[in-house]
């Protein structure tokens, strides 16, 4: 029997169509065979009701996620009676049109309470090849449930890579400039705060010099070409993100001791003890990576990778644990130290909320007092960039193509970002002097810092 869908096939064994017929039945006995397409609005998974006792079709599994592939649901009927524990099972494709992350074959499940929803009990699933393939045991209302991946076309992939490289050179321009004014306010003001600024600009700038080097320096490779070069390029540009995450989570970790143990504080090598972390833990994991042979030539799969829409000197896409690595490193690590200073920025908003609240002179509402919001406003929103906030964002990539530009454009001007909070520290003497000497608790919670 031929399919209604060219892009939807199935097959039926012998042995399903000798169940079908019951047993003592005649071999010559005609066993009416039906197959339909339908659209997947019509089938609306509901909650049970009524309290009635569910009658399972098959053992119930986890309610799958995801939308109907192509919005197509193929029914597969044989005979008058429910199909079910056939020894053999019925094997159905489905050819994918777009490029999905993920998908999963399901058949519609209907309850005696009323109850109905997308279920996986019977099927097994494979992909390859732009095609997933159902092994069912049963006869039903069969479709595929994806998660379909965001797509970037080549206009926009080229348009992403000029942001990026536009952006990654203006922030090695401002991270220079940032270091200088820190080793400028380093001189006359000795504060460890300063110090720890001072680290996370030169990891800022050496990850955006890396990245730059190591994308220019591949294209220069043909093919599946890698030299030594590419590799240490690489392991350059692995140490370098792994040390700006590792002085934002630094930074986290000092704002939280200025905030919540001010008074008589002392740490013995302090600086000492944070370049230990910040600049120990990545050269100890870029070691153990480049003896195991992890870094060269990356080529993503497709250009609808979002993160990375061109060929860059990074972790082999030969090396077989590539996706254990880059997960761990650049995935689950980041997301760590994003949700800890995210924490620590919330702990901030408090604390000046509650300054303010606890100001008889904040409830007048002055002209004074809401320009003195205003820079409370902007020094917490500095504050998320230098705490490396903006990595968080990396979830938008998953909705839409605009998360994707937002995305793109603040994390490559992260050196311009820390340019601008460098001047902000630098014109702040002037600017509070005067609340300083009103409120000196204020004084006392955010400029205290740690002696060596």
């Known amino acids: 029997m031929e399919s209604p869908d060219p892009a939807l096939q199935f097959y039926i064994p012998s042995s399903a169509l000798q169940r079908i017929r019951g047993a003592g039945a005649q071999e010559e006995e005609e066993v009416e065979l039906r197959a339909t397409v339908l659209n997947s609005t019509l089938f609306k998974p509901s909650s049970s009701q009524g309290r009635g006792r569910a009658r399972k079709i098959l053992p119930h599994e986890p309610e799958p996620q995801g939308d109907v592939m192509g919005s197509q649901v193929l029914f597969v009927k044989a005979g008058t009676h429910r199909v079910t524990d056939l020894p053999q099972p019925i094997i159905l494709t489905f050819l994918c049109s777009k490029q999905v992350s993920s998908g999963t074959c399901v058949f519609w499940e209907e309850m005696d309470d009323g109850s109905a929803r997308w279920s996986t009990g019977g099927c097994e699933t494979s992909y390859n090849g732009g095609t997933f393939t159902c092994s069912c045991n049963h006869l039903s209302f069969f479709a595929v449930l994806v998660n379909p991946e965001l797509p970037v076309s080549e206009q926009n992939a080229a348009n992403l890579s000029y942001i990026t490289y536009v952006g990654s050179a ?51 490779l043909k093919g599946d070409q890698e030299d030594w ?18 002085w934002t989570a630094v930074e986290g970790f000092h704002l939280y001791l200025l ?4 008074f008589n504080i002392y740490v013995r090598r302090y600086l000492l003890k944070l370049s230990l972390v910040g600049w120990g833990l990545p050269t100890l994991t870029v070691l153990v990576c480049g003896i195991s042979g992890a870094y060269g030539k990356y080529i993503p799969k497709d250009s609808s990778n979002r993160s990375s829409t061109a060929e860059i000197c990074w972790i082999s896409s030969q090396f077989p644990h590539r996706l254990l690595v880059s997960y761990a490193t650049a995935v689950a690590f980041p997301c760590l130290v994003v949700l800890y200073n995210s924490c620590m920025l919330g702990l901030v908003v408090f604390k000046l909320w509650a300054l303010r609240g606890g100001n008889s002179n904040w409830k007048n509402g002055s002209r004074e007092n809401w320009s003195r919001l205003w820079k409370d406003c902007v020094s917490v929103l500095g504050l998320s960039c230098v705490l490396g906030l903006p990595w968080g964002l990396a979830i938008t990539t998953y909705i839409s193509l605009a998360g994707v530009y937002i995305f793109t454009i603040l994390n490559s001007l992260q050196g311009v970002f820390v340019f601008l909070w460098s001047v902000a520290l630098t014109c702040k003497p002037q600017t509070d002097s005067n609340f300083s000497s009103r409120d000196p608790s204020s004084q006392n919670m955010m400029t205290t810092s740690f002696n060596s």
Do not use: N
């Open 259 to 262: 905030l919540v143990r001010v």
């Open 229 to 246: 070069v590419c590799q240490g390029l690489g392991l350059l540009l692995h140490w370098s993100l792994l040390a700006t995450i590792s």
């Open 170 to 220: 203006l922030s090695v321009v401002f991270a220079v400039i940032s270091f200088i004014i820190y080793i400028c306010l380093h001189r006359r003001r000795p504060e460890k705060a300063i110090s720890v600024h001072l680290h996370l600009t030169g990891a800022l700038f050496c990850l955006h010099i890396s990245f730059l080097l190591g994308s220019f320096w591949v294209w220069k």
